[in-house]
């Protein structure tokens, strides 16, 4: 396996576009864990995007901020500048070791349906910049996703940019999760929540939650049932009980079916409860 | 081209090293076999137990996920780094021996890094805080009780350390005050 | 010596092998690098049972950095290995797959990846057979036969007195089937060995091990050359809780045989899968008890049905089918006893030794049987367990008695007393419900009826006063090197950083026997003591000479040899041992501590089985989250008889670990097989317990002084295994009020479980 350190955007692009089944790697965190599974044909070169400025940090734009997906984990998970879903989904990620390697491009790109980033940005309708030699295309990421482990991007394309529009950086938002243990847990289910309040009153909702089905699940209808409920007194029984009919979790090696469909309920509970403020 | 080896230079223990090595090994691999540093374990090979932890620039990091091009530049510590040159013992050290915490020793290069790391950021912390910084090093052997109070062993022996080093510089200070104006006396 | 003070055996030091591990400086297998050296990696079955027409390694033999492919046929030896005769486990699978993970050759190349990516190319032509994956599919009417016996592994029998009087006599009797799945020991340091060739003819393996006698017996003749050519040193190792024998000696000897046809040092090394697939795991069982008790708690008659689930290969399932046996009845006087105990094989990855032994799955269904007895009877759970408890003087399940340290009523009262100090538990509030469980243990110490129980121990005095010391039995991570120190330290008097612990070569130590069964301290610390006291007579023989005093009026210690009358007289040790050894004075001597003979009747298991037993009490408070299955443990106590804690520091952190294995077995871990394969063999899906997971475990003692074991001891490696597994069971039912029959009891169990209740009304 050749291995290509690039300094800048052209350069990986270049590197991708050149060599059939050449893959981009940053952190290298689920890498080593797909070659090592054998899950993963060993790709012919990687390409090491982690060092390249440009896919660094966290910049505003003119209609929100963008977030460079090299950024780490361990990054994004003490910003004080994102939402904080996706700071608390950040935090959920394996452990320190992890977050300190692992990158939120590396997270979005592997697609896991666990993955912890995801149901938040889902939640955020953040917006994903793909580029290769032939120029670049933006994907919203309800449309990123397309099955376990499978997103959009093309061979020679690289995400470089995540973007997250200034509607959804202001309210308020809240992620929860839940493994077989408390340390170092791979999500069984996870759950993501974002609230537009105003004078107490939800305007807006976004609800995402992971794990349940192939992809990161936007539940609209749950979404629908919160918009014009005022947050005191809010019962959220109803929009649980939505919530659980519009998922589709699997029985596998992590949990069952049956028991993913009874902890997406207290995981929204918590998310939403927080979200509101409550 | 296949097999092709780079040079990678980075500081290792403090010291500046440079080797000859393919970007696509493991740095676990190449601490360990190209450099003999076999402090550095390995027990998963996926990130999921610690034993391989190093600090990168600082930062806790598994060994066994770290590609050697990442190496290029940075700062690495394993665990031969963390006692003296005259080989004494650092306090985290000490502490995992006075408490205990340490059994078939596996997981205890990891821990004592991680334990460093946390100690840098954090030299107060309470048991939430040393159980998050070690919440990736895993242990079979004591069920953590005794590593959690080695932690908060070596907090403390760093403050009392630190507020006997003060107390130290302030005597000095004293004494160097007496001296001038003893000096002082005398010339006047 | 008695009714002394003493001043070094019941301290709590520090491990006298600490700082190289807290430094990295210690050598573990892996870490050993020979000029020349190689490595080997194995190819593996990929299916559960098969018949083998063929295995073509010559793709992997041309492979890039490829020297060598061997398969069973290039074995010199007979390719066997196993813990009791007839061996019945290949090392290379010539004729029959029986398990997915199964090894069918060995590849040697220059570097691990090579050797990694010419097994891939190793091709096996099998014919598939259906595999046999339960208990009841190998006990079924015609079922294929995994081995030529039969699919029955081993069965054994106990008879005590007349169970159909005992329940007959009964006013209520209680009866449950209990379960426990497959646990993976999860050391931290995969299994790995070192086998380097020397110029004289012998072979030396460096093996990641408990049982170094073990693997030089196999690996020499599966070499086909004398035990006496052979040597083991065990190296620094990373955990073993009784999960490395058995693969110690499978790659200890593909090591040793490559080696020896490259005449080049080979490392073999397992990844974690490998570890998790490759070597044996802790039998699965399903228990059924049935107790006859009268109404006012006193138990009558105990029947009880042991099967537990082998594997492909019988390993030590002998031994836990008959300390299953002799357990499972628990701590307890009960008069009428009937079980019956029986392994089966299945086309899975074998079990074997791990901690506990049989122990933690019997000790979970008795344990939630007494608790339901209780229940029923609307007794206290301790005081029914206190009622019907040993002492010293009554017939235990084999009918054995001992006169002292029976001290499963002292822990009993020790946790009652912490108990009634307690501020109740919570109410059930909606959300929250509160438990608390207790659960009471015994756990044989030292082989028992298993086999021999011989350890060889030798100390070695230097002209400088210094001590060297061997021991037959390993030290794991649990403190055993310590201990050993801290004795031969006590009885001459030499300090702790003067008494140096060697590593365990069998060139050097007696052959021993395996490190197991808790037996370290008992039987391995009497014979350090043995051979310690003998080394003593020379120095307190020469000393008195130098004070011109009688023997008695001499003492050692701190590193003196003192008169008992002026302790202000006193000559260094090194003055004593340089005249001692000038004088003629012996200053070496190696010793030999046998067990008690274990003798009984193998129809009815009635007689003298283990020298002792070691008991316990636990008591575990949960706080259960309705919502998610989700369970936090509030308060452990864990007390158990040790007899004499020699280091209480290492016995604490025996207690804790053991405890926490305990949980994760009851709680978090379960070896998942789909179709044979195992599908979670990584430390992610097989959840073991990270520290967030940890115990807020206080180990308590009581010493009731074991007359078999070093200044009273008994070994505590094993026992809080069952304690804590069987408490938390019945800790998580006093909370949901739902009794649990099958470990582990995860979230998922829990949450599915209260919802299914809910819906009941």
């Given at each position: 396996m050749?291995?290509?350190v690039?300094t800048t955007?052209?350069?990986a692009l270049?590197?991708?576009?050149?060599r059939d089944?050449?893959?981009?790697?940053?952190?290298?965190?689920?890498l080593?864990?797909?070659?090592?599974d054998?899950l993963?044909a060993v790709?012919?070169?990687l390409v090491?995007?982690a060092?390249?400025p440009?896919?660094?940090?966290?910049?505003r734009t003119?209609?929100?901020?963008?977030i460079?997906?090299?950024?780490?984990?361990?990054?994004?998970?003490?910003?004080?500048?994102?939402?904080?879903c996706?700071?608390?989904?950040?935090?959920?990620?394996?452990?320190?070791?992890?977050r300190n390697?692992?990158?939120?491009?590396?997270?979005?790109?592997?697609?896991?349906?666990?993955?912890d980033t995801?149901?938040?940005?889902?939640?955020?309708?953040?917006?994903?910049?793909?580029?290769?030699?032939?120029?670049t295309?933006t994907?919203?990421a309800?449309l990123?996703?397309?099955?376990p482990?499978?997103t959009?991007?093309?061979?020679g394309?690289?995400?470089?940019?995540?973007?997250i529009?200034?509607?959804?950086?202001?309210?308020?938002?809240?992620f929860?999760?839940?493994?077989k243990?408390?340390?170092?847990?791979?999500?069984q289910?996870?759950?993501?929540?974002?609230?537009?309040?105003?004078?107490?009153?939800?305007r807006?909702?976004?609800v995402?939650?992971?794990?349940?089905?192939?992809?990161?699940?936007?539940l609209?209808?749950?979404e629908a049932l919160?918009?014009g409920?005022?947050?005191?007194g809010?019962?959220v029984?109803?929009?649980l009980?939505?919530?659980?009919a519009e998922i589709a979790p699997?029985?596998?090696v992590?949990?069952?079916?049956?028991?993913?469909?009874?902890?997406?309920?207290?995981l929204?509970?918590?998310a939403l409860?927080?979200?509101?403020g409550? | 081209m296949?097999?092709?080896?780079?040079?990678?230079?980075?500081?290792?223990?403090?010291?500046l090293t440079?080797?000859?090595?393919?970007?696509d090994?493991?740095?676990?691999?190449?601490l360990?076999?190209?450099?003999?540093?076999?402090?550095?374990?390995?027990?998963?090979?996926?990130?999921?137990?610690g034993?391989?932890?190093?600090?990168l620039d600082?930062?806790?990091v598994n060994?066994?996920?770290l590609?050697?091009?990442k190496l290029?530049g940075r700062r690495?510590?394993?665990?031969?780094?963390?006692?003296?040159?005259?080989?004494?013992?650092d306090?985290?050290?000490?502490?995992?021996?006075?408490e205990?915490?340490v059994?078939?020793?596996?997981?205890?290069?990891?821990?004592?890094?991680s334990?460093r790391?946390?100690?840098?950021?954090?030299p107060?912390p309470?048991?939430?805080?040393?159980?998050e910084a070690?919440?990736?090093?895993?242990?079979?052997?004591?069920g953590?009780?005794k590593?959690?109070?080695a932690?908060?062993?070596?907090a403390?022996?760093a403050?009392?350390a630190?507020?006997?080093?003060q107390?130290?510089e302030?005597?000095?200070?004293r004494?160097?005050g007496?001296?001038?104006?003893?000096?002082?006396?005398?010339?006047? | 010596m008695?009714g002394e003070t003493?001043?070094?055996?019941?301290?709590?030091?520090?491990?006298v092998?600490?700082?190289?591990?807290?430094?990295?400086?210690a050598?573990?297998a892996g870490?050993l690098?020979?000029p020349g050296?190689?490595?080997g990696?194995?190819?593996?079955?990929?299916?559960?049972?098969?018949?083998?027409?063929?295995?073509d390694?010559?793709a992997?033999?041309?492979?890039d950095?490829v020297?060598l492919?061997l398969?069973?046929?290039?074995?010199?030896?007979p390719n066997?290995i196993?813990?009791?005769?007839p061996f019945d486990?290949?090392i290379?699978a010539t004729?029959?797959?029986?398990y997915?993970?199964?090894?069918?050759a060995?590849v040697?190349?220059?570097?691990?990846e090579?050797a990694?990516?010419?097994?891939r190319?190793?091709k096996?032509?099998?014919?598939?057979?259906a595999?046999i994956?339960?208990?009841?599919e190998a006990l079924?009417e015609g079922?294929?036969?995994?081995?030529p016996?039969?699919n029955?592994t081993?069965?054994?029998?106990?008879v005590?007195?007349?169970?159909?009087?005992?329940?007959?006599g009964?006013?209520v009797?209680?009866?449950?089937?209990y379960?426990?799945?497959?646990?993976?020991?999860?050391?931290?340091?995969?299994?790995?060995?070192c086998?380097?060739?020397?110029?004289?003819g012998?072979?030396?393996v460096?093996?990641s091990?408990?049982s170094p006698?073990?693997?030089?017996?196999?690996i020499a003749?599966?070499l086909?050359?004398?035990?006496?050519?052979?040597?083991?040193?065990?190296?620094y190792?990373g955990?073993?809780f009784?999960?490395?024998?058995?693969v110690?000696?499978?790659?200890g000897?593909l090591?040793?045989?490559?080696a020896r046809r490259?005449d080049r040092?080979?490392?073999?090394?397992?990844e974690?899968?490998?570890s998790?697939?490759?070597?044996?795991?802790?039998?699965?069982s399903?228990?059924?008890?049935a107790t006859a008790?009268?109404?006012?708690?006193?138990?009558?008659?105990?029947?009880?049905?042991v099967?537990?689930?082998?594997?492909?290969?019988a390993?030590?399932?002998?031994?836990?089918?008959?300390k299953?046996?002799?357990?499972?009845?628990?701590?307890?006087?009960?008069?009428n006893?009937?079980v019956?105990?029986?392994?089966?094989?299945t086309?899975?990855?074998?079990?074997g030794?791990?901690?506990?032994?049989?122990?933690p799955?019997?000790t979970f269904a008795s344990?939630?049987?007494?608790?339901?007895?209780?229940?029923k009877?609307g007794?206290?759970p301790l005081?029914?367990r206190?009622?019907?408890?040993?002492?010293?003087?009554?017939?235990?399940a084999?009918?054995?008695?001992?006169?002292?340290?029976?001290?499963?009523v002292?822990t009993i009262?020790a946790?009652e007393a912490?108990r009634g100090?307690?501020?109740?538990l919570?109410?059930n509030?909606?959300?929250?419900r509160?438990?608390?469980g207790?659960a009471?243990?015994?756990?044989?110490?030292?082989?028992?009826?298993?086999?021999v129980?011989?350890v060889?121990?030798?100390?070695?005095?230097s002209?400088d006063g210094?001590?060297?010391?061997?021991v037959?039995?390993?030290?794991?991570?649990q403190?055993?090197r310590?201990?050993?120190?801290?004795?031969?330290?006590e009885?001459?008097?030499?300090?702790?950083?003067?008494?140096t612990?060697?590593?365990?070569?069998t060139?050097?130590?007696h052959?021993?026997?395996p490190?197991?069964?808790?037996?370290n301290t008992t039987?391995?610390g009497?014979?350090?003591k043995?051979a310690?006291?003998e080394?003593?007579?020379s120095?307190?023989g020469m000393?008195a000479?130098?004070?011109?005093v009688?023997g008695p009026l001499?003492d050692?210690?701190?590193?003196?040899?003192v008169?008992?009358?002026?302790?202000?007289a006193?000559?260094p040790?090194s003055?004593?041992?340089t005249?001692a050894y000038?004088t003629g004075?012996?200053?070496?001597?190696?010793?030999f501590?046998k067990?008690?003979?274990?003798?009984?009747d193998?129809?009815t298991h009635q007689?003298s089985?283990y020298i002792a037993?070691?008991y316990?009490?636990?008591?575990?408070?949960v706080?259960?989250?309705?919502?998610?299955?989700?369970?936090?443990?509030?308060?452990?106590?864990?007390?158990?008889?040790?007899?004499?804690a020699?280091?209480p520091?290492?016995?604490e952190g025996?207690?804790?670990?053991g405890?926490l294995?305990?949980f994760?077995?009851?709680h978090?871990e379960e070896?998942?097989f789909?179709?044979g394969?195992?599908v979670n063999a990584?430390?992610?899906?097989?959840?073991l317990p990270?520290?967030?997971?940890r115990?807020?475990?206080e180990?308590?003692?009581?010493?009731?002084?074991?007359?078999?074991?070093?200044?009273g001891?008994?070994?505590?490696?094993e026992?809080?295994v069952?304690?804590a597994?069987?408490?938390?069971?019945n800790?998580?039912?006093?909370?949901t009020?739902?009794?649990?029959?099958?470990?582990p009891?995860?979230?998922q169990?829990?949450?599915?479980?209260?919802?299914?209740?809910?819906?009941?009304?």
């Amino acid at each position: 396996m050749e291995y290509r350190v690039a300094t800048t955007v052209e350069e990986a692009l270049e590197a991708l576009g050149g060599r059939d089944g050449s893959r981009p790697v940053a952190g290298g965190t689920d890498l080593a864990v797909v070659l090592a599974d054998g899950l993963g044909a060993v790709p012919p070169l990687l390409v090491d995007v982690a060092g390249i400025p440009a896919l660094q940090g966290v910049r505003r734009t003119a209609d929100g901020i963008a977030i460079g997906p090299a950024t780490t984990i361990a990054e994004i998970a003490t910003r004080s500048d994102l939402p904080a879903c996706l700071c608390q989904g950040a935090r959920a990620i394996g452990s320190p070791q992890i977050r300190n390697l692992a990158t939120i491009g590396g997270n979005v790109c592997n697609a896991s349906p666990c993955g912890d980033t995801l149901s938040p940005l889902v939640a955020l309708e953040a917006a994903f910049v793909l580029a290769s030699r032939s120029g670049t295309r933006t994907v919203p990421a309800e449309l990123f996703f397309v099955g376990p482990k499978k997103t959009v991007l093309g061979p020679g394309e690289l995400l470089v940019e995540i973007r997250i529009a200034s509607a959804r950086l202001a309210g308020r938002s809240a992620f929860r999760m839940i493994g077989k243990r408390n340390g170092q847990a791979i999500s069984q289910v996870n759950a993501a929540v974002w609230l537009a309040l105003e004078g107490g009153v939800i305007r807006e909702a976004r609800v995402a939650v992971g794990s349940v089905a192939p992809v990161p699940l936007r539940l609209k209808g749950a979404e629908a049932l919160l918009v014009g409920k005022t947050v005191r007194g809010l019962d959220v029984e109803p929009v649980l009980a939505r919530a659980a009919a519009e998922i589709a979790p699997i029985s596998d090696v992590r949990a069952s079916l049956e028991y993913r469909r009874l902890v997406t309920g207290s995981l929204l509970r918590d998310a939403l409860l927080e979200a509101a403020g409550i | 081209m296949k097999d092709e080896t780079m040079r990678i230079e980075f500081t290792c223990n403090g010291k500046l090293t440079s080797v000859e090595a393919r970007l696509d090994m493991r740095a676990l691999d190449l601490l360990r076999d190209l450099l003999g540093l076999t402090g550095t374990k390995e027990g998963c090979g996926r990130g999921e137990c610690g034993a391989c932890t190093i600090l990168l620039d600082d930062e806790p990091v598994n060994a066994c996920l770290l590609y050697a091009a990442k190496l290029q530049g940075r700062r690495v510590q394993t665990i031969e780094g963390v006692a003296g040159a005259d080989g004494s013992l650092d306090a985290v050290q000490e502490a995992f021996l006075e408490e205990g915490a340490v059994q078939c020793g596996y997981c205890t290069p990891g821990m004592v890094l991680s334990a460093r790391a946390l100690l840098r950021k954090n030299p107060k912390p309470d048991v939430p805080a040393i159980e998050e910084a070690l919440s990736g090093n895993f242990c079979r052997c004591t069920g953590y009780g005794k590593i959690v109070r080695a932690v908060q062993s070596a907090a403390g022996a760093a403050q009392r350390a630190e507020g006997a080093v003060q107390r130290a510089e302030g005597a000095v200070q004293r004494a160097e005050g007496a001296v001038q104006r003893a000096a002082g006396k005398a010339s006047s | 010596m008695s009714g002394e003070t003493l001043r070094v055996v019941g301290q709590r030091v520090r491990k006298v092998d600490g700082i190289e591990l807290v430094t990295g400086r210690a050598k573990f297998a892996g870490d050993l690098v020979f000029p020349g050296m190689v490595y080997g990696y194995a190819a593996r079955a990929s299916v559960p049972a098969a018949r083998i027409k063929g295995i073509d390694v010559s793709a992997a033999e041309m492979s890039d950095g490829v020297l060598l492919a061997l398969r069973g046929g290039d074995i010199p030896g007979p390719n066997i290995i196993g813990i009791l005769p007839p061996f019945d486990q290949p090392i290379l699978a010539t004729e029959v797959i029986r398990y997915v993970g199964e090894s069918i050759a060995l590849v040697v190349a220059e570097s691990r990846e090579a050797a990694r990516r010419a097994a891939r190319l190793v091709k096996a032509d099998l014919e598939p057979l259906a595999p046999i994956l339960t208990i009841d599919e190998a006990l079924a009417e015609g079922a294929r036969a995994i081995h030529p016996k039969g699919n029955v592994t081993c069965a054994n029998r106990l008879v005590k007195g007349d169970v159909e009087q005992g329940f007959a006599g009964a006013d209520v009797v209680v009866e449950g089937t209990y379960e426990t799945s497959h646990q993976e020991h999860g050391y931290l340091e995969p299994e790995a060995v070192c086998a380097v060739p020397s110029a004289d003819g012998r072979m030396t393996v460096y093996a990641s091990c408990q049982s170094p006698f073990h693997l030089r017996g196999h690996i020499a003749a599966n070499l086909g050359v004398p035990a006496s050519s052979v040597r083991v040193v065990q190296a620094y190792t990373g955990g073993s809780f009784g999960g490395k024998d058995d693969v110690a000696t499978e790659i200890g000897s593909l090591a040793a045989v490559a080696a020896r046809r490259l005449d080049r040092p080979v490392r073999i090394a397992h990844e974690r899968e490998e570890s998790i697939i490759g070597s044996n795991l802790r039998h699965a069982s399903r228990i059924h008890v049935a107790t006859a008790a009268k109404k006012d708690g006193t138990i009558l008659a105990r029947r009880i049905r042991v099967l537990l689930d082998g594997g492909a290969y019988a390993s030590e399932s002998p031994f836990v089918t008959v300390k299953a046996l002799v357990h499972v009845a628990g701590p307890y006087r009960v008069p009428n006893l009937l079980v019956e105990s029986t392994s089966v094989y299945t086309n899975k990855t074998y079990s074997g030794a791990c901690r506990g032994f049989g122990v933690p799955q019997s000790t979970f269904a008795s344990e939630s049987n007494i608790d339901e007895l209780a229940r029923k009877l609307g007794i206290d759970p301790l005081a029914l367990r206190r009622k019907n408890a040993l002492k010293a003087g009554d017939a235990n399940a084999t009918g054995q008695t001992y006169p002292a340290s029976v001290g499963i009523v002292q822990t009993i009262d020790a946790i009652e007393a912490r108990r009634g100090a307690l501020p109740p538990l919570p109410g059930n509030d909606g959300r929250w419900r509160y438990g608390r469980g207790v659960a009471c243990l015994l756990q044989g110490i030292s082989n028992g009826a298993e086999g021999v129980d011989v350890v060889g121990a030798s100390v070695q005095v230097s002209q400088d006063g210094s001590a060297l010391v061997g021991v037959g039995l390993t030290d794991i991570g649990q403190g055993a090197r310590t201990v050993s120190a801290q004795i031969v330290s006590e009885i001459l008097g030499i300090p702790l950083p003067r008494v140096t612990v060697r590593s365990v070569d069998t060139d050097s130590v007696h052959d021993s026997g395996p490190t197991v069964a808790s037996r370290n301290t008992t039987v391995g610390g009497q014979a350090v003591k043995m051979a310690a006291m003998e080394v003593r007579k020379s120095l307190v023989g020469m000393a008195a000479r130098m004070f011109k005093v009688e023997g008695p009026l001499v003492d050692l210690r701190d590193g003196f040899a003192v008169l008992t009358v002026d302790a202000a007289a006193r000559i260094p040790l090194s003055d004593v041992a340089t005249a001692a050894y000038w004088t003629g004075y012996p200053l070496m001597n190696l010793a030999f501590s046998k067990a008690p003979d274990a003798s009984f009747d193998h129809e009815t298991h009635q007689g003298s089985v283990y020298i002792a037993y070691n008991y316990g009490t636990h008591l575990l408070d949960v706080r259960v989250d309705t919502r998610t299955g989700a369970v936090e443990v509030l308060r452990h106590l864990a007390c158990h008889d040790v007899g004499k804690a020699i280091n209480p520091l290492g016995l604490e952190g025996q207690i804790e670990g053991g405890s926490l294995f305990g949980f994760g077995l009851a709680h978090l871990e379960e070896v998942l097989f789909r179709d044979g394969r195992i599908v979670n063999a990584n430390f992610a899906d097989y959840a073991l317990p990270s520290i967030k997971d940890r115990l807020p475990t206080e180990a308590m003692t009581v010493e009731d002084p074991n007359p078999t074991g070093p200044y009273g001891a008994k070994g505590v490696g094993e026992p809080p295994v069952a304690g804590a597994a069987a408490a938390f069971a019945n800790a998580v039912a006093d909370a949901t009020g739902i009794r649990f029959h099958r470990l582990p009891i995860s979230r998922q169990e829990i949450l599915l479980a209260l919802k299914a209740n809910e819906g009941k009304g």
